[in-house]
C-alpha cells in the first residue's frame, strides 16, 4: 500500500526558513518522480516542485525559483523541500505527491499525472 507521509510545516514569520519533508513507503520511489504542490485557501492545487525519479532533474515553478529546493533520497525513501526567504503568499498546505508512471518526466506540473497524494503539512508564513 503505497503512503506518503508530510512533516515539516509550521508557523513562521516572512524571510524564515522551513524543510519539509515526505516519507515514502510501499512502492519503489526510485522509480518514480515525485512533486510537491500547495494549496491555500479558495485556490486549487498548484505546482511548488518536481524531482526526477533519479533526483537528476528538477523542475520549479516560477513564484518559488531561486527560493526553494528540492531533493530527494531514495535509499531513506525520503522527498524534502527546502524553503527559504519565506513570503506570506507562500502560506499554504503542502502535498507530496508519486508520479503514476514509472520513469516519466512529462506533464510533471500537472497534478493529473499523480496518483498518490499525502496528507498535506501547513505553512504559515506571517508578514
Known amino acids: 500500500q503505497v503512503q506518503l507521509v508530510e512533516s515539516g510545516g509550521g508557523v513562521v514569520q516572512a524571510g524564515d526558513s522551513l524543510k519539509l519533508s515526505c516519507v515514502a513507503s510501499?512502492?519503489?520511489?526510485?522509480?518514480?518522480?515525485m512533486g510537491w504542490f500547495c494549496q491555500a485557501p479558495g485556490k486549487g492545487r498548484e505546482f511548488v516542485a518536481a524531482n526526477s525519479w533519479n533526483g537528476r532533474t528538477t523542475t520549479y515553478a516560477d513564484s518559488v525559483k531561486g527560493r526553494f529546493t528540492i531533493s530527494r533520497d531514495n535509499a531513506r525513501m525520503t522527498l524534502d523541500l527546502q524553503m527559504n526567504s519565506l513570503k506570506p503568499e507562500d502560506t499554504a498546505v503542502y502535498y507530496c505527491?508519486?508520479?503514476?508512471?514509472?520513469?516519466?518526466?512529462?506533464?510533471?506540473?500537472?497534478?493529473?499525472?499523480?496518483?498518490?497524494w499525502g496528507q498535506g503539512t501547513q505553512v504559515t508564513v506571517s508578514s
Open positions: 510501499g512502492f519503489a520511489s526510485g522509480n518514480h518522480a
Open positions: 505527491a508519486k508520479h503514476r508512471d514509472m520513469w516519466r518526466w512529462d506533464y510533471v506540473a500537472s497534478p493529473d499525472v499523480y496518483d498518490h
